[in-house]
Every structure is written in C-alpha cells, then in structure tokens.
C-alpha cells in the first residue's frame, strides 16, 4: 500500500471458489471471478489468503495420514476450524483498511474481537466434538488437530497483520525464512560433520543450523539497518 500499489485480501469463498464433494481430494471445480475483476477494475492487487490457510491444513492433515488415515468429516472439521482461526485472527483488522488508526483502534478491537472470540471457541468445539463421536479418535489425534488448525490458521493471520503493519515486515518473514535454509544447506554440505536429530531430517547437521542462524542474524541486522 505504501508503495502504491492498493491490496485487498480475500477468503476462498468470497474469491468465488467451489470445490467437488471428494474432500480427501478435492479439486477446485470453477471460479466465479466477478468479484476478483472487481477489485482489478479498482486497480487492486487481489490476494487469496483464506484458500492459503485450507491447503495449508491440509497439507498438515496429509502428513498425519502417513501414520493414520482419517476419515472425511475429520478433515473436514480440521480445514474449517483452521478457516475460522484464520478469521478469527484476522478479525480485529477488517476495518482498519491497512492502516493504524490509532484513535479508533481501541474501539476497533473491542468490537471485533467479540466476534474473533467467537470464531476461536466454535472452531475449538468442533474439533473437541470428535473426541464424542467418533470412537476411533482419541487424545493424541486431538492434540494434532489443534495444533494443524493453530499452526496454520494462525499463522497465515499473523502474516495478514503484518502486511498491515508494512511490506517490509512481511518481506523481512520470507526472507529470513528462506535464507535460513539456502545458508543452512550450503554449511551443511561444506562443514557438516554431526548430525542433529536423523530420524526426523537425516541430513541436517548442527554446523549447518549454526552456520544458517549467525547468518541470517548478520543478514537480519543489515537489513534493520536499510
């Protein structure tokens, strides 16, 4: 926004998109794009958060399936619950129109946090509800599901919130993110010698993770210094 290019960021269904009815699979079947084209004739830049956040579940659900498969209500259940934490982390922010208003934050917050409130306990009581009807779901399946749904609904949140606060904030995420591991890799391969933890990641070494950590923290500085 600062730069001057308008950004407006929308769910999956407000997109215009539906899916088929193979939940283990699901395809995305059509996309209405009248509001997408909307916001283009607007000079926007349209960005598709909430689709982000149920891939991103997932995603998570897929790795989990590799030790149990579950069946569709409870992916079902752990992609809209994380489409709800989503929401409800994005909630506060809905009227700010990416900016910080600070003499009506206040007053922002205390009406809208009602609702992300809201959004958080039904998303926590639907996933709960598994542990009542389906037999073959017990605690440690729980404990995934919360923590899929948390991780990622969350966390897609946080990077909307940002966006909010500056590009650069979001800029500086990916790339930390992403030099963490092209620096980590290239240590590894030239001085790594003691594995870390091989039953998880057998080639990651602890000279790599070093080498990737003071790096990116020197890169972190100069980038602060920009």
């Known amino acids: 926004e600062k730069l001057g290019y308008p950004v407006v960021s929308l769910t999956g269904w407000q997109a215009g998109m539906s899916t088929d009815s193979n939940y283990s699979k699901a395809r995305i079947k059509r996309v209405v794009g009248e509001r997408i084209h909307l916001e283009l004739d607007k000079k926007k830049i349209v960005i598709v958060a909430g689709f982000f956040a149920c891939v991103g579940a997932y995603e998570m659900i897929r790795l989990y399936e590799k030790e149990k498969k ?19 982390g994005t909630t506060i922010w809905l009227d700010l129109e990416l900016q910080f208003l600070v003499e009506e934050l206040p007053v922002i917050i205390n009406l809208s946090s ?59 995420l990916f790339l930390i993110t992403i030099m963490t591991d092209i620096f980590a890799y290239f240590f590894g391969m030239l001085f790594g010698k003691h594995k870390m933890i091989e039953r998880i990641s057998p080639k990651k070494t602890w000279e790599g993770a070093i080498g990737g950590m003071l790096c990116t923290t020197l890169l972190g500085v100069v980038f602060y210094q920009i």
Do not use: E, N, W
């Open 114 to 172: 009602k609702v992300g409130f809201a959004l958080l306990m039904i998303s926590i009581a639907m996933q709960l509800s598994l542990l009542v009807f389906l037999k073959d779901f017990d605690a440690k399946d729980i404990a995934k599901s919360l923590m899929s749904s948390f991780y990622v609904g969350f966390g897609i949140a946080c990077i909307i919130a940002l966006r909010i606060m500056g590009v650069r904030f979001v800029l500086y």
């Open 70 to 88: 579950y069946p569709i209500v409870v992916k079902v259940v752990i992609i809209l619950s994380t489409l709800l934490i989503y929401l409800s």
